[in-house]
DNA sequence: CGCAAAATTCGATATTTTTCGAAAGTTCAA
DNA sequence: TTGAACTTTCGAAAAATATCGAATTTTGCG
């Protein structure tokens, strides 16, 4: 009974939610600087400036604990916001680069 | 103590919880086609779609009670994103193109 | 295998959010 | 000035969220 309007609508307020606590915005500001898993580094250092982050960088770097660290993560994996991949005992997370188009058009 | 980075992440964070909430959201979408107040009406019908929406008005597209829509209205205020305008016994709602800039610049 | 590292899940608590109806505050018009 | 229209505030209850420590799972390594 809901048209696509409303399922965008309901899509959107998913992102802007899990965009809306500051530790889990602080993530994504943290992975946007990433590549996905498997780039090609560029000889133009602004083409990545870093390595792709896995869940205990995040961590260390925005001093969050483990527990509450996973919470969030499925929270923005959840908004479609981040995907992540399994490397070693370490999981690797990055931007989603089809949700970060969508936000992007949102506003225009 | 805080600089002006983890400001900037508070005011985002902000503004994201203020578009979190469907309904939330629904009013915004709903006021992005309004001009402010004092827009002269330009020939070009996409200049602006419609006039500028009252609380009421909001209330009964939206489908969203009195206090419950007066209460939403004051998050996005306090986000920044919407200001108001009395005009007699109602008040006007408008986007604050300052704050939609801001949200545009951040996904860039 | 047995241990350490990395990450997740579980359980619990404090806080915040959403929503509504009732009441109160503003503004205009008769 | 009295009443109606419009909006906000107040109070309250249910639901959702944020956070942490403890326990568990998964993976790699010696």
């Known amino acids: 009974m809901s048209n696509n309007r409303d399922d965008d609508i ?20 943290r992975l946007i ?16 400036e870093k390595g792709c982050a896995c869940v205990g960088e995040l961590g260390q770097d925005l001093e969050i604990v483990p527990s509450t660290l996973s919470h969030h993560i499925k ?15 370490k999981v690797d997370c990055f931007i989603d680069p089809e949700t970060l188009k969508a936000v992007k058009n949102f506003f225009s």
């Open 10 to 29: 309901e899509w959107f307020a998913e992102i802007f939610k899990a965009l809306s606590n500051p530790n889990r915005l602080k993530i994504f500001l």
């Open 33 to 48: 600087t990433c590549c996905p898993p498997g780039t090609i580094m560029n000889i133009d250092p602004d083409h990545c």
């Open 75 to 89: 929270e923005l994996r959840r908004a479609g916001l981040i995907r992540m991949q399994r490397r070693g005992q």
